[in-house]
DNA sequence: GGCGCAATCTTGTCAGTGTCAAGTTCGAGG
DNA sequence: CCTCGAACTTGACACTGACAAGATTGCGCC
């Protein structure tokens, strides 16, 4: 893997793609180095770029990448608290993804790719609050849900809860919060 | 302000600190270079590591004095829903610290004036769930409202949902939120 | 089959950065 | 006044992203 007899790599993109995620799970988007890449790949330091272009066009095909994986993993979930469950095992087992995703500045904001992949994540996302009844702002409860799986999410991968959920499995501890807010288990201003 | 007389700036850190905030709410830690804000206080290359040592002990400084704010912005906040309210106001009103606490890789995270600030900042959350009436576990609640802040927080900052609460004020609309979410009209699974 | 061409990769270079070591200036406390 | 340590400077080294120009290769097309 590290030598190669031909002149051509033959598939330095995915290469390239794998290493980066590594290293940013590993160590986060700021130790992310091209030349670094090259080297584990066994090319030239300018290699990487001739694919990405820039640090920052590597970073942004990783946020594409990302969005499309979590419009899979959400898919065809039945119902609400399921696509936050979905959303919260996507961050788990993509957290390079979900990391750069979420870091507006180390992207190009305007990469059509990009753009295409958000908007298709987006719609899985509004889709999981289109046919819910007796809600009077859906948009409002989509932003809800939306924001409870992705601040336990982001939470999770920055080990702040995990002396909270100890060794249980983050999926099933998602399913109790939501199962504290659905059933409405938190008081309010004093029970009103 | 860039020239100076003395030998000694006089508040080099400071000076630092500041500038150092700026940078990030606007491009992002990643932008960030000791060199670059050495020039703006009018220094040498090398005189923020006097203060700071590292890139890092310069970010975990920006941390640390991060949950010192948190920690006073959430105060003596009267109940548990207001302190979502706080929170969401702390992470609008210090974009930069907000992004920093919450990248581990940034940050040692051995640093002792770091570890007292966030205990500092975690006991007044804590103290946000402490009396709860009829909530059979307290520390889960308390992660579920932390989450749905943090979210929210998170998703604003990453202009993720600025289309949606248009120009009202960020605080109104997540109190909104939380109203949604304490008074159960979010459905479960099929109304169960 | 082989020719040309564009994609892929290499080599060389430049400015910029973090970090370390060693020297310089300054001010406070004895 | 003098010393000593903190604050800052100067210089250096290895590393990085980015660009330009050249080498190599596989693939389509005749």
């Known amino acids: 893997m590290t030598s190669r007899s031909t002149y051509h790599h033959g598939d330095l993109r995915q290469a390239v793609l794998a290493a980066a995620l590594d290293v940013i799970a590993a160590e986060g988007p700021g130790a992310l180095s091209l030349r670094d890449l090259a080297r584990r790949a066994g090319v030239s330091h300018a290699a990487p770029a001739h694919h990405f272009k820039d640090r920052t066009g590597l970073l942004t095909a990783i946020a594409a990448q990302g969005y499309e994986l979590l419009a899979e993993t959400l898919g065809d979930a039945p119902e609400l608290s399921e696509r936050g469950v979905r959303y919260v095992r996507f ?92 059933t409405n288990q938190l008081p309010s201003r004093g029970g009103e």
């Open 91 to 182: 961050a788990v087992a993509h957290p390079a993804h979900f990391q750069v995703m979420f870091q507006p500045e180390l992207l190009r904001a305007d990469d059509p790719d990009l753009l295409a992949a958000k908007e298709h994540a987006s719609a899985e996302l509004r889709a999981g609050v289109a046919g819910l009844p007796d809600v009077p702002d859906a948009r409002t409860a989509g932003i809800a849900a939306w924001s409870l799986a992705h601040g336990f999410a982001t939470l999770l991968l920055t080990q702040n809860v995990t002396a909270a959920i100890g060794d249980r499995d983050p999926e099933e501890y998602f399913r109790s919060l939501t199962g504290l807010v659905f």
